[in-house]
């Protein structure tokens, strides 16, 4: 009975250290993958591009450390530091002031941020997408350079009427999936219109900057892009008669159907983006672009904004 007992005893204690490990593993694993995770999302979202200025990134230098030129209509902004540093990057912040940074556009200090920064689109974000890029930017290198301030004209370096900016223009909230539409397709959707933020230079703004969301991606000629084309699945002024390969090909390798390269804003894009992605993404994209509505339209190119 004693004997038995004892067993039973050293038996729950084997399975309690067994379920213990287990859990332990499977924690250290799930920090890895969130940490792979993140870096694949750091190139999904773009956030290299804006927040590593032009020359480090030439050099392969740290990544994220700030410095980044990015002309608008509105003025010259300069993506700020993001590393962990404590004092020029986010090393003091929380998770919460991350989430809140991305998804409401407010700095741990409540002031609110320019939509230079895409939370527009980050918005939608998945919370497990947040903590993957918050977990792999937390092992980055600290860059110890501070962050510029932005040259703003008058009226636009008033952050305060950022609170009327946001309350016609911003729209806070989650992507509820489409259970009408395939997986792949929900995939796309969140890609494109959440990750990738293509709308952001595709969608046409409206004279406050807000994006005129009933046109989403028929092409804008006066964005910070310098003109980004219709990608809509119009046969005449859009994509509509690539294929789901032609589109892949460009965002992979940045390779046009007619054999030319794409120039331009969207060469960054491809390369510190959409040439990291898996294949199912991209093709992923691929099935959402082709569903869009087509919409006639044909942005006039005008010379790039020019940055640096
Ligand atoms: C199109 C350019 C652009 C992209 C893409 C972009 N950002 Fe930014 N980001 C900015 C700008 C500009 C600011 C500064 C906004 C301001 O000062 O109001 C900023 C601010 C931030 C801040 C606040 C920094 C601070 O010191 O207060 C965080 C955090 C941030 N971005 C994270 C990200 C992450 C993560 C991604 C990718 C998922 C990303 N950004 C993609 C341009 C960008
Ligand atoms: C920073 C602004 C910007 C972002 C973000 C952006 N694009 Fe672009 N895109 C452009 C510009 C500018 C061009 C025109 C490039 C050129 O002149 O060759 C372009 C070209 C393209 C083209 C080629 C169209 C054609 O007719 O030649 C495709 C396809 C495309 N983008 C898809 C996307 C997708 C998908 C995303 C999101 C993952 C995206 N873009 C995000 C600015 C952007």
Redesign the pocket.
């Known amino acids: 009975m004693r004997l038995a007992l004892a067993g039973l005893v050293f038996g729950a204690a084997q399975i309690l250290a067994a379920a213990f490990t287990a859990a332990y593993g499977a924690e250290a694993l799930a920090e890895a993958s969130a940490v792979e995770r993140g870096k694949y999302l750091l190139h999904a979202g773009?956030c290299i591009g804006c927040h590593t200025d032009k020359a480090t990134l030439k050099a392969k230098g740290p990544m994220l450390g700030g410095g980044r030129v990015l002309k608008t209509p509105f003025g010259t902004f300069f993506g700020p530091n993001i590393t962990p540093h404590p004092e020029h990057g986010i090393g003091r912040w929380t998770e919460a002031q991350f989430r809140r940074a991305l998804r409401h556009g407010r700095a741990p200090s409540g002031r609110h941020y320019y939509p230079a920064f895409p939370y527009t689109s980050f918005t939608r974000m998945t919370d497990r997408d947040i903590g993957a890029l918050w977990a792999y930017i937390r092992t980055m290198k600290p860059v110890d350079r501070p962050s510029k301030r932005h040259e703003l004209a008058f009226p636009y370096n008033v952050r305060f009427l950022l609170t009327f900016w946001k309350w016609m223009n911003f729209r806070r909230g989650a992507l509820a999936p489409d259970p009408a539409k395939s997986k792949q397709w929900n995939r796309g959707a969140y890609?494109?219109t959440v990750l990738?933020?293509?709308g952001?230079?595709?969608t046409p703004r409206n004279s406050l900057g807000g994006l005129k969301r009933s046109l989403s991606m028929s092409g804008e000629a006066d964005g910070?892009?310098?003109?980004?084309?219709n990608?809509t699945p119009h046969k005449e002024t859009g994509?509509g008669k690539w294929s789901a390969e032609d589109?892949v090909s460009?965002?992979k390798l940045g390779m046009?159907p007619d054999g030319d390269f794409?120039?331009?804003?969207?060469t960054e894009?491809v390369e510190h983006?959409?040439s990291k992605l898996t294949d199912a993404d991209l093709n992923a994209?691929a099935t959402y672009?082709a569903a869009l509505p087509p919409i006639r339209s044909k942005p006039k190119?005008k010379k790039p904004a020019g940055d640096e």
């Open positions: 773009g890609l494109v990738g933020h293509c952001e230079c595709h910070p892009a310098g003109g980004a084309p990608i994509i589109i460009a965002l046009l794409i120039g331009g804003e969207m894009v983006g959409t994209i672009l190119k």
